[in-house]
């Protein structure tokens, strides 16, 4: 596996070139094939965004004959500058794959069969109105994605929530995204980093914690290494419990016993507080302090701070006390730039808004943020979980444009806009991610629709909620079948993909960005937009859901933006430019904002150079005082192992996509799990040995992978799993964060049999 792993690496110079430490953006750009492409090599190139990541590289579709025949970086789009990695290099494939469904399917005596538009959705239709009748409307529900256009998840939205009049309406970003919100919401009233891409330009330190951008982020990393070639006195930390490749950059990698990193993150406001490298200033004229229950003073919060010593972070973490102290040092220099990016390993933590938390308190201690360069930056994870999912607010307790369910204010004025009563929208958030699926073992949710992600396989402790996936009416959109959540369905609905369809996608940076359709979907396949609307016209709703395409969904879900902090750009100007960062300027959308909640920069402060928190009533941030938390089950005598999961270069989560690349498929072709030499040691296991993973709640075969392509800590284990063949997630951990209900992918107990 490695051997080939290694020829891809070589053969793909562009994955070579994110792969490796220190390489320049510039080489590895000129160094793709698909940039070696000229105008005249396709009959057209249709401008796009990338469908994997929530970096959002914008790539031009090359299309002869209505094929694509290749795909390239937009050297116009800022965010990759032409670049691309190598899964948006080979994204024709996933076009042509051989399981494409092109016509729906309806299951009939256990066995799927062929059938007609009208007779899957005339059946999907008596389902969820007798459901509706009978057990009401909070006993049918939608799951859908960040991988989803906006104006998908916008109509999803509306119909479920305005029109059927169930909040049972969630999405994987929940299992992803949703810590971070969290921290955003609690500490600065708002959703979504302030800072952009264009602050690596400017920092001179970056934490990294729990992120590995090299392999999910490649052309950000790509940015990283080239700022990091261009100013050599640029300071990388990278805080993971496992080596994994991006640290070959670091100037300092910090690996610790998983599950503590709220022990290093409080003592380093710790020092920064007892050695003086705070911006007092900033403090009192920027910043409220809580527990989290009550407002508190300052002095409340250095009392609170004292507990976490670095002695004490050097016993839970295993850093040394100096390692502590001299990472709080470089994050907190003065007249220095700190940037802090993190992904997984601090949002999918049962304390994982508490995590999010603790890192803003450590840019707010330090007054290093709304400066150039100067920033706490989560990293998306999807393509759109920002623009689809949190903007268009399609998960249980959200509305568009940043409102809550539970405000009736808020209810009045998206009511108004899709021309209901108010009182359609019930005030009580329906069931989150994990809760919806137990409600569909429980036998209460009667019908579910699945958009656009794959849950028996990437949920957690899915063996316990797959069978309720069996039991539920289930109609699944997807573009290839089966899948492990295809198999289940009652019906499944083929889905154009990709560049099959029209719509728009917003990134990590607030980056709204235009994909136009490239060619048409193969046989009956249609856009999600398509069997959405068809959907709401069949339940009785047509008069709500008339629309001539995404540009009049889109002109209405602007409506719900407006007078907003989050107000998006229209569709003509997204059509034109290449990405368009909200909140837009001048209510025509033309112009972005680069930073918000500093004066210049964002729109809605008057004073240039002024930093505004107005997005809360005291318009002041948070610092909040967060206890120590470990993981919910960490290893103990009888699981001796902290199992962590994750990704790798080459595969896209449930690997439907990815799987169909050969190239990608040949160089990892299967889930594996990566031991630390003296564990294998131990255990006597090697290099391709397959070992069973048991946890309390099920067991899963993999292939052992000794220390590489990653290291992970001694007592830790990291599986990939993209595999449907080998289901990773019947072994990981259900338990949420109380705040967010983000699962805990990251941390559960083990042990390693041998097979
Ligand atoms: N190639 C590829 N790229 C992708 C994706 C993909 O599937 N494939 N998916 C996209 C999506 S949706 C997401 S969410 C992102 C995820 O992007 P990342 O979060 O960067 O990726 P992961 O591998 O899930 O987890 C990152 C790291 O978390 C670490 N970790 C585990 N436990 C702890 C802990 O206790 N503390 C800390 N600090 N770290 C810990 C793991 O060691 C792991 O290396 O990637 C996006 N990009
Ligand atoms: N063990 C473990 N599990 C995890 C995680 C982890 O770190 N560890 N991470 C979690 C995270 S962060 C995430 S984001 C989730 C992701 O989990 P999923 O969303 O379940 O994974 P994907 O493989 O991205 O699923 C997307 C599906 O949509 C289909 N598809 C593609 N395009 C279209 C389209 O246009 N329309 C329709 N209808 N279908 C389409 C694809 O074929 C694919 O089956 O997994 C979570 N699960
Ligand atoms: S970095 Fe992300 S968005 Fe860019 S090409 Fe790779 S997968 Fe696509
Ligand atoms: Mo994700």
Redesign the pocket.
């Given at each position: 596996m490695n051997f080939t792993r290694r020829n891809f690496i070589k053969a793909c110079a562009v994955s070579t070139a994110m792969l490796t430490a220190g390489c320049s953006v510039n080489k590895s750009g000129t160094q793709t094939e698909s940039q070696k492409l000229n105008k005249s090599d396709a009959d057209s190139w249709v401008k796009s965004v990338c469908r994997?990541?929530?970096?959002g590289c914008g790539v031009l579709i090359g299309v002869t004959n209505g094929k694509v025949i290749a795909v390239k970086g937009d050297p116009d789009n800022e965010v990759n500058k032409g670049l691309l990695?190598a899964?948006g290099y080979y994204l024709p494939q996933i076009l042509t794959a051989d399981d494409r469904i092109t016509q729906p399917l309806v299951k009939k005596n256990g066995k799927f069969v062929e059938t007609s538009w009208e007779e899957a959705m005339n059946l999907i239709t008596e389902k969820f109105s007798n459901a509706i009748d009978e057990y009401g409307p909070a006993s049918v529900g939608f799951y859908g994605s960040?991988q989803a256009l906006a104006e998908e998840e916008y109509v999803a939205n509306k119909l479920f929530k305005g029109a059927i009049g169930s909040n049972n309406v969630e999405g994987?970003p929940r299992?992803?995204?949703a810590s971070a919100v969290g921290g955003y919401t609690t500490t600065f009233g708002a959703d979504e980093p302030m800072g952009a891409y264009e602050d690596f330009e400017h920092a001179d330190v970056f934490f990294i914690?729990?992120?590995?951008?090299a392999?999910?982020?490649?052309v950000l990393f790509a940015r990283l290494t080239d700022k990091k070639r261009q100013d050599p006195h640029t300071k990388i930390i990278i805080?993971?419990?496992?080596r994994?490749r991006?640290h070959k950059i670091a100037d300092i990698s910090v690996p610790?016993?998983?599950?503590?990193?709220l022990a290093l993150l409080n003592a380093m406001a710790y020092v920064i507080i007892e050695e003086g490298l705070t911006d007092e200033d900033f403090i009192a004229k920027h910043t409220s302090f809580s527990n989290g229950q009550a407002k508190i003073t300052y002095d409340q919060f250095k009392e609170f701070i004292k507990d976490f010593t670095p002695e004490f972070a050097e016993k839970k973490t295993n850093l040394s006390v100096d390692r502590i102290r001299e990472l709080a040092r470089i994050f907190a220099e003065p007249g220095k730039n700190t940037m802090s990016m993190?992904?997984?390993?601090?949002?999918?933590?049962v304390a994982g808004v508490w995590?999010n938390n603790m890192l803003h308190n450590l840019h707010l201690l330090t007054g290093k943020i709304c400066r150039p360069g100067s920033t706490p930056f989560s990293?998306?994870?999807?393509p759109s979980?920002c623009g689809s999912v949190r903007e268009v607010g399609a998960l249980c307790h959200l509305l568009p444009g940043h409102r809550g369910v539970a405000n009736a204010k808020h209810r009045e004025e998206i009511a108004k806009i899709w021309g209901i009563s108010a009182d359609r929208i019930s005030p009580k958030p329906g069931y989150h991610t994990m809760q919806l699926f137990q409600k569909c073992v429980d036998g209460d949710v009667k019908a579910l629709w699945v958009m656009c992600t794959n849950p028996a396989q990437s949920l957690p402790n899915a063996t316990h909620y797959n069978p309720g996936l069996e039991k539920t009416f289930l109609v699944v959109a997807e573009t290839y079948h089966p899948t492990l959540t295809s198999k289940y369905a009652d019906v499944v609905l083929p889905a154009a993909l990709w560049c099959e369809k029209e719509g728009v996608y917003g990134n990590t940076e607030r980056r709204t960005q235009h994909l136009a359709k490239a060619i048409d979907p193969p046989g009956e396949a249609r856009p999600d937009l398509d069997m959405l609307i068809d959907f709401a016209h069949r339940l009785g709703y047509g008069s709500l859901f008339q629309y001539d395409g995404p540009e009049d969904v889109w002109n209405e879900y602007l409506k719900c933006t407006t007078g907003t902090d989050m107000e998006l750009a229209t569709y003509q100007s997204l059509k034109e430019a290449h990405g368009i960062q909200w909140p837009v300027k001048d209510h025509k959308g033309i112009q972005g904002t680069v930073r918000r909640f500093i004066g210049g920069e964002d729109p809605y402060i008057k004073e240039k150079g002024k930093i505004d928190f107005y997005a809360k009533p005291d318009n002041r941030a948070v610092i909040f005082a967060r206890p120590y938390k470990e993981?919910e089950e960490m290893p103990d005598a009888e699981y001796p192992f902290?199992l962590?999961?994750?990704?790798?270069?080459?595969?896209?989560?449930t690997g439907t996509m990815?799987g169909k690349c050969p190239a990608l498929n040949r160089a990892v072709p299967s889930s594996y799990v990566e031991v630390h030499s003296k564990d294998a040691t131990q255990l006597g296991i090697k290099n391709g040995d397959i070992v069973r993973l048991v946890s309390r709640r099920g067991s899963v075969e993999l292939p052992v992978q000794v220390e590489r392509p990653?290291i992970?800590q001694p007592g830790?284990l990291?599986a990939t799993w993209?595999e449907a063949d080998r289901l990773v997630n019947s072994v990981t951990i259900d338990a949420v964060d109380p705040g967010s209900k983000e699962p805990e992918?990251?941390?559960c107990a083990v042990r390693v049999e041998k097979v």
């Open positions: 994997y990541c929530g970096t990695c899964k960040g994987n299992l992803c995204m914690i729990g992120s590995n951008m392999e999910c982020h490649p805080a993971d419990p496992r994994h991006s610790f016993k998983p599950g503590t990193d993190w992904t997984m390993g601090i949002n999918q933590r995590a990293l998306t994870g999807q979980a993981g902290c962590t999961t994750g990704r790798i270069l080459e595969h896209w989560h990815t990653g992970p830790m990291f993209f992918f990251k941390i």
